[in-house]
């Protein structure tokens, strides 16, 4: 796979700017890096998937997967701007030309941002089937009603992607029928106070919400693709999703690796470095080897997802090691630092809890190992 090292040392140098106090007064006070997403819209980071017709980059999605490692290995968190690069794909793939002209450009400019996703509901979690929220059609309207919980940078997006029920379940021949796409324009729907968001606090600074639906109109025009085939869309963008994920704990493993291993050298203790014990050395190493191994994986299925194969074993596997590693990563680097690895100024308790987020979403890691025992392994379906 390319390396891109120009993009990350650009990248790297965008970074430099924000440093840890950045980061350290943001999660303290619970705000969105607003400066760091403006930084890295102008420098056209988030434009990199939009093609060069509609102003954007054109790039693979290996070079997305470069620049968002590069963030997380700097120390930054691409949380706050990632979205933007996974569900592009659903407009790209499945949107009209029509969709496509209206919106990207601007998205591409950075006068719209793309940010939100509204997929989970508080009763469907994974069981993505069950959602609740219903997008009923209405001459050249569709009328939306329900919750979406964990709706991440809604605050802090003009755009969403919204998965909604357009048939009711016991009206459609398959189960994953009957649930359509929309992008929804955000700002229309806050200022007509149909659409409502509370933020939750959560352990890191991710600025998730839950947001509201009362009867929000959407025009037909925004319906992306085919009515009620809106499932099978979600699912076609997942794997891009997976490995963009997995490149960012590939970067925070680094991040975490690199901090360790250049305390252990430094850190002076019985006359000699604490890095000169075996105790010490060990679980850094055995994490750089995970990194290692889930970056080889991340590697493998950006290939194929850009040679056009289905690459959804090597995306999932590889979502699943990398945030493992890097949580690994994150013990060890916690665990060299002893008590100077729970201050804030270390950074590393900061992204210990931000890492760990990996593990969960947007996918569990029980989904994971149930995907390669039925798709990959052929064992029986367990739900
Ligand atoms: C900070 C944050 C940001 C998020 N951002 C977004 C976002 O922007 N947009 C969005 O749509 N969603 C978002 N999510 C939601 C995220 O995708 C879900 O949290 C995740 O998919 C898990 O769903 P759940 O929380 O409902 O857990 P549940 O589905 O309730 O599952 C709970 C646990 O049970 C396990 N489990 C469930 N069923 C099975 C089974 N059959 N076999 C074995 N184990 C099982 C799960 O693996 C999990 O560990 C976010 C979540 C968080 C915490």
């Given amino acids: 796979m390319q390396d891109y090292t120009a993009i990350r040392e650009e990248v790297a140098k965008l970074c430099a ?135 991440s940078r809604a605050e802090h997006s003009d755009l969403m992607i919204l998965l909604a029920r357009t048939t009711p379940r016991e009206e459609v021949a398959s189960r994953t029928e009957g649930l359509s796409v929309f992008l929804v324009d955000m700002k229309e729907a806050l200022a007509a106070g149909t659409l409502s968001i509370r933020p939750i606090d959560t352990m890191m600074n991710h600025a998730t919400t839950e947001v509201f639906f009362d009867n929000m109109r959407i025009p037909a025009a925004n319906l992306i693709g085919e009515e009620g085939k809106g499932f099978r869309y979600i699912l076609s963008g997942m794997n891009a999703e997976r490995l963009l994920i997995a490149a960012e704990c590939i970067g925070d493993a680094k991040w975490f690796i690199e901090k360790a291993s250049g305390y252990a050298k430094e850190r002076v203790l019985f006359g000699r470095p604490i890095g000169q014990n075996q105790g010490v050395q060990f679980p850094i190493a055995r994490a750089y080897a995970q990194m290692r191994a889930a970056e080889l994986l991340v590697h493998d299925g950006i290939a194929k997802y850009e040679a056009g194969e289905n690459a959804g074993a090597e995306a999932n596997m590889a979502k699943m090691l990398a945030a493992e590693a890097s949580w690994a990563a994150g013990e060890a680097c916690i665990q060299t630092h002893g008590g100077f690895g729970f201050a804030a100024e270390y950074d590393i308790e900061r992204k210990f809890r931000e890492t760990r987020l990996y593990q969960v979403a947007p996918i569990s890691t029980n989904m994971i190992l149930s995907y390669v025992a039925e798709h990959v392994l052929g064992m029986p379906r367990s739900y």
């Avoid at 933007?84 to 029509?98: A, C, D, I, N, P």
């Fill in 17 to 151: 700017a924000f440093p840890g106090p950045y980061w350290q007064a943001k999660d303290k006070r619970r705000e969105y890096p607003s400066e760091f997403v403006a930084a890295l819209g102008e420098a056209g980071y988030l434009a990199a998937l939009i093609p060069e017709e509609y102003g954007g980059a054109g790039l693979p999605l290996s070079a997305a997967a470069a620049i968002l490692e590069e963030i997380q290995r700097q120390g930054c968190n691409g949380g706050a701007v990632h979205a933007q690069m996974y569900v592009m794909g659903t407009v790209l793939r499945h949107g009209s030309e029509e969709q496509k002209a209206r919106y990207l450009p601007r998205v591409a400019t950075g006068e719209l941002r793309l940010q939100a996703f509204g997929v989970t509901e508080p009763t469907s979690g994974t069981d993505t089937l069950s959602l609740k929220t219903t997008a009923r059609r209405e001459g050249d309207h569709y009328i939306v009603n329900g919750q979406k919980l964990w709706t």
